[in-house]
C-alpha cells in the first residue's frame, strides 16, 4: 500500500509543477521514427508578432547530435489566428550544438500573431524521422519552453520571447516500461 501512495503522491506531485506553465504543444514519439506534434488547448503567454518563415523553437527537445531528417506526413498546425498552409515544416539548426527544433512555414499568411490569454495553436502535424533524428529527440527533455520569432537557440537571446511550454508525451520504452512495472505491481499483489 506504501508504494501505491508514494507513486500516486509522486502524480500529483508532477501534475502540480507542469499545470503552472501553460502546455500549448503536445509531443507525441509514441510511434517509432516518427514524431506528432499536437495543439492544446493552451493559451498564448505574450502578445507578439513575427514571420512565418522564423517560425516558433521548441528548447532542449533534442537530446543529440545529428542532422534532422524529417518529412511530412499530414498536417495542418499553425498559431490559432492564421490559416494553415497545410505544409509546416521542420528544422534543426547547428545540429552538434543546438538543443531545439524549429516549426515554421505553418500559415498562409506570411506574418503571425499571438495574443496573450487566447488560444495559441491549432490542429497537429505528423512527420517521419529517421532513425537517428527519432534517437535524438527520445534523448532530450520531456518538456521545455516554446519561443517565438526564433529558428534557433541564438534568437532567445535576441529579443524573441517565451509564448508557453511543450511537453513530450512517453517514448515507447518508457510505456513498456510503465506497463512491466504494473504487472509486477499485480503479480506480487497475488
Not at 537530446?63 to 498552409?85: F, R
Not at 495559441?120 to 517565438?148: E, M, P, R
Amino acid at each position: 500500500m506504501n508504494k501505491i501512495t508514494t507513486i500516486a503522491g509522486l502524480a500529483v506531485a508532477v501534475s502540480a509543477l507542469t499545470a503552472s506553465a501553460e502546455v500549448l504543444l503536445e509531443i507525441d514519439l509514441s510511434v517509432a521514427d516518427q514524431i506528432t506534434i499536437s495543439a492544446t488547448g493552451g493559451l498564448s503567454a505574450v502578445d507578439a508578432s513575427g514571420d512565418d518563415f522564423t517560425g516558433i523553437y521548441l528548447d532542449g527537445l533534442f537530446g543529440g547530435d545529428g542532422v534532422l531528417t524529417s518529412s511530412l506526413v499530414s498536417g495542418d498546425l499553425t498559431n490559432a489566428e492564421n490559416p494553415s498552409d497545410g505544409s509546416p515544416s521542420l528544422f534543426r539548426a547547428n545540429s552538434g550544438t543546438d538543443t531545439g527544433l524549429n516549426i515554421w512555414s505553418f500559415s498562409s499568411d506570411s506574418i503571425v500573431t499571438f495574443t496573450a490569454g487566447s488560444l495559441a495553436f491549432t490542429g497537429s502535424a505528423t512527420f517521419d524521422l529517421d532513425s537517428l533524428s527519432y534517437a535524438n529527440l527520445l534523448a532530450g527533455n520531456t518538456s521545455g519552453d516554446i519561443y517565438f520569432p526564433a529558428d534557433s537557440f541564438d534568437d532567445i537571446a535576441a529579443g524573441a520571447v517565451s509564448l508557453g511550454t511543450y511537453y513530450v508525451v512517453p517514448a515507447p520504452g518508457s510505456l513498456a516500461l510503465l506497463g512491466l512495472g504494473g504487472m509486477a505491481c499485480v503479480r506480487r499483489r497475488r
